[in-house]
Every structure is written in structure tokens, then in C-alpha cells.
């Protein structure tokens, strides 16, 4: 593989990189495509954004007229009646703090499922506030500008995946409560021996990231639009957007944004919905026979210390040493239940495992090719709809240099280096009863595996990244 350096020439030239050292990006092939960029709103590696657009926002300029040719004669408000209408709002955003040079949109996207199922862009506001420098791009404008429209959402989208849907939701939340565990629980307490396996590596390869990535001249400021301090300062804003109880209850989580669905009949395309929801299901059932196993009565977790303390932990703000989790069930100060337990341990075990895989492992089929997945683009964001040409995209695109360290980085991350779900590289557990329980989880595993490929094997475009066996248990790279 040969970059030499400056910046690259045509899209062939920038293809033509790819041989058997790294290999395809997954999402190349097809990346300008509209049905590809429904896709990544789907299945790639930010699917926790799109939600069920029930109203247009009045800040949001698109009207019906400009997108009439896009909903296949419905109207607007018969597409969200039919619930066949989705949005975006990455407002969350604004007043970030971005590289200098750079820029990161904040923008606002309307998506349509289609006749056959699909999800379609219809609409790209790239900010927050219609204006007539601030147009609403639609499939019907000119090709290359509209592309342009799509890459500029995808610097913003990608920003956001890597600060919160990946950083702060992942990584940096479940270090929190690894180390309220360990502060809290003896090994010997069976809630530590059901939760360590899922903290393996968490704290050091957390180090590593902070140190070499996210330090100031690392990775994430040659590469991301809000560089180091913007990724820093919006894992801040939206820490208390994450709630145990909602972002950490998947079921809640899809219902909060009006896309939970059992039967396919909202977004049939969303196979990482499906998938979660099927290992959620599974965690779930797992670690309720291991709760109850243990506290057959109320009284033994009310009168149990160890976890009364980890409870504070988990809510005591972070001002004062704690996590500061909000929707935590540690109600009047204590947990008195199984459910409260259950919930809790649920939700560490599900954000350690599927959640960090679904926004990892994708990584290099999403940011490998620069075009398909932009972290920042050179120029500014388009403020009108004038024809633009190929040459006009590539010209934004990042230099070879930086195309060479995001393909590494992204190459590196999106490799899995420990036991897959429910093979635990330490074993913790020996009470029989315990053991048991988890050799059933395991069985549970294979048969969800099982599904997932035969699900796969009837589909053109396959949603692979959240199999049993290709799940870590832990956040370990």
C-alpha cells in the first residue's frame, strides 16, 4: 500500500489504497448511496440517534412540497401517522468547541421507509435554524451536491458516535461503575463474581485511550472536527442524558424514541434493534436466576451491606467521589428488591457487552473509506444548492496522512483480542447452583447465534457485528 502524501487526486485514486493488508471497508462499495446512508442510521456504528418523528420542528425548514416526490404520495402527515416518518436532531452539538480551520454541523435529518422496507434520507438541514443560508438539501438536488449535504451530516454524526455513543455512554460510564464495584463489594460477594468478567481491561485500556487518543495532539485531534477539548466538553454535556432506567434499559430506550418493535413493522430493516433486543432478553434472563439464586428474600438485600453501599455509589454525585447516575432504582436510599438488582446488573452487563460492540466493532467498515463516514472535512458546509462536482468532493476530503492513521486506529479498535459473551477469561464462579446457571447462558448464546445466521443467510446486506461468539465481555479494546 502506497499514500505517499498531500491530498488526494480523484475517488479512484483513494479506492485503489485498499489491499489485503487492511481490506475493504464493508461500507465502501455502496457508499454514496441513499438506501446505504438509511443504513448507517440503522446499523452502523451510531444506530441510538433515529427516533419516530411524530411532529416537524419549527426550526426545521422542510415543508411538503420540497419532499412531496420522495414519500410516494403520502403526505406528511399521512407518513407519520403510518409511522413510516423518522428525524435526527443533533442539537446537542451546538456551541461545541471544534478544531481550528474545522467544522462540525449541528444538523437535523428527516428519513422515509420506503415501499420496500427501506430507510431513506428525505431531508438535511445541516443547522439548527432554517435561514436562507441554511437550505434544506433533498435527493432531487443536484447529485454531488446533495452528497455533499449527506458527508456534511456524517462529520456531525461521527463526532457525536465517537464522544458519547462510543466514549462517554460506553468506556468512560461503565469505568465508573467498575470501580464502585470494586470499592463496594468483596470477591468473595457473589454480585462482584457476576460483574467482574464484564470489567476486564476496562480501567487500563481507558488509560491507554486518554493518553494516546484523546490527549491533546492525539488521534482525535488530528482526525475529529471538534478535535480533543470538543470531544471532552460533549461527553460532559450529555452525561446526564444517560439514564439507567431508559438509555440503560434497552426495551425503554426503543420505546423513549418510538422505535421499539417486536414484529417488524416499524423500521424492518433495523437488525442491530433486533439483535440487541434478543441478547438484552438473554442477559436479562441470566442474571435473574443469578440474583434470585441469592436473594431468595427482600430482607437479605435490605440487610446486605455491601450492596446498600454500592447503591451509594452508583448515585452519590460526582461531586462528592460517585457515579451521580440518575434513574438508578435505589429508591428511599436502598435497594429492597430483586428487580431493583436485576435492572442495575442488566444494564452494566448489556452496556459492557453488546452495546460497546454495536459502537466498536464497526468502526473500520464506517470510517475506513473518509468519504463514507467523514470526521471533518475540509472547507465549510454548503449554503446553497449550486452544482457541485466530484472534484468539489474530493478536494474536502482529508489529506493521505490522516486517511493512513484513521484506517490504523479504526483497523486496530474494530479487532476483538478477548473471550467472546459467557466465556470468561477468569473464572469467578463455583457454587454448582451458580455454574449452572451459567452453562445455560451459554446454551442461550449459541441458539441466539444460531437464529442470527439463519436470519443473515436470507439477506443481501447482513448485519454481523453483534453475534455471541463476536461479542467481548467487557470493554477491553
Known amino acids: 500500500m502506497i499514500f505517499g502524501s498531500g491530498s488526494w487526486e480523484t475517488l479512484e485514486d483513494l479506492t485503489g489504497v485498499y489491499l489485503k493488508t487492511f481490506g475493504d471497508p464493508k461500507e465502501m462499495e455502496n457508499w454514496k448511496s441513499d438506501e446505504h446512508f438509511g443504513w448507517q442510521r440503522l446499523n452502523s456504528v451510531n444506530p441510538n440517534l433515529i427516533r419516530l418523528c411524530t411532529e416537524i420542528p419549527s426550526k426545521f ?3 411538503e412540497e420540497c419532499i412531496k416526490e420522495c414519500l410516494e404520495g403520502l403526505t406528511l402527515s399521512e407518513a407519520m401517522s403510518k409511522k413510516r416518518l423518522f428525524i435526527v436532531d443533533l442539537e ?3 456551541g461545541i468547541t471544534c478544531v481550528e480551520g474545522y467544522i462540525s454541523p449541528v444538523p437535523i435529518a ?8 427501506k430507510l431513506m434520507p428525505v431531508a438535511i438541514q445541516l443547522f439548527q435554524q432554517k435561514g436562507p443560508e441554511n437550505p434544506v438539501f433533498v435527493p432531487t438536488d443536484p447529485p454531488y451536491t446533495w452528497l455533499f449535504a449527506k458527508m456534511w451530516y456524517n462529520v456531525a454524526d461521527s463526532n457525536y458516535h465517537q464522544a458519547l455513543t462510543h466514549l462517554g455512554y460506553t468506556h468512560l460510564l461503565m469505568e465508573g461503575i467498575c470501580i464502585a464495584t470494586n470499592r463496594c463489594l468483596s470477591p468473595s460477594h457473589p454480585m462482584f463474581k457476576l460483574l467482574a468478567p464484564h470489567f476486564l481491561f476496562i480501567i487500563a485500556i481507558n488509560d491507554r485511550a486518554l493518553n494516546f487518543l484523546v490527549s491533546p495532539g492525539g488521534w482525535i485531534d488530528k482526525t475529529m472536527a471538534i478535535g480533543a477539548v470538543g470531544i471532552l466538553e460533549l461527553t460532559k454535556k450529555g452525561a446526564d442524558s444517560w439514564r439507567m432506567n431508559i438509555e440503560g434499559n434497552y426495551a425503554e430506550f426503543l420505546n423513549s424514541r418510538g422505535v421499539y418493535c417486536c414484529d417488524g413493522s416499524i423500521l424492518p430493516t433495523f437488525y442491530q434493534r433486533d439483535d440487541s433486543m434478543v441478547l438484552y432478553g438473554a442477559i436479562r434472563d441470566y442474571v435473574t436466576k443469578y440474583v434470585n439464586l441469592y436473594y431468595d428474600t427482600n430482607d437479605k438485600i435490605i440487610n446486605d451491606v455491601e450492596i446498600q453501599t454500592f447503591g451509594q455509589e452508583l448515585t452519590k454525585s460526582k461531586s462528592d467521589g460517585g457515579c451521580g447516575i440518575p434513574g438508578v432504582p435505589f429508591e428511599n436510599g436502598k435497594f429492597s428488591k430483586a428487580d431493583q438488582l436485576i435492572e442495575v446488573f442488566t444494564s452494566v452487563i448489556f452496556s459492557s457487552s453488546v452495546v460497546h460492540a ?10 475506513g473509506f473518509p468519504p463514507n463516514y467523514p470526521t471533518k472535512i475540509k472547507g465549510v458546509p454548503p449554503k446553497n444548492k449550486n452544482p457541485l462536482k466530484e472534484e468539489d468532493i474530493v478536494k474536502s476530503l482529508i489529506d493521505k496522512s490522516t486517511t493512513l492513521d484513521t484506517m490504523v486506529i479504526t483497523r486496530i479498535l474494530s479487532e476483538r483480542s478477548t473471550n467472546a459473551l459467557g466465556d470468561f477469561e477468569v473464572t469467578y464462579t463455583y457454587d454448582p447452583a451458580a455454574v449452572k446457571i451459567v452453562e445455560e447462558f451459554r446454551q442461550n448464546l449459541k441458539d441466539i447465534s444460531l437464529k442470527m445466521h439463519q436470519r443473515n443467510e436470507k439477506l443481501v446486506q447482513k448485519y454481523e457485528y453483534l453475534y455471541p461468539e463476536e461479542i467481548p465481555n467487557s470493554i477491553s479494546i
Open 61 to 63: 425548514g422542510v415543508t
Open 110 to 117: 428527516l428519513f422515509f421507509v420506503n415501499g420496500t422496507g
Open 92 to 94: 446537542i452539538l451546538d
Open 358 to 367: 454495536a459502537a466498536n466493532f464497526p468502526q473500520y467498515d464506517a470510517y
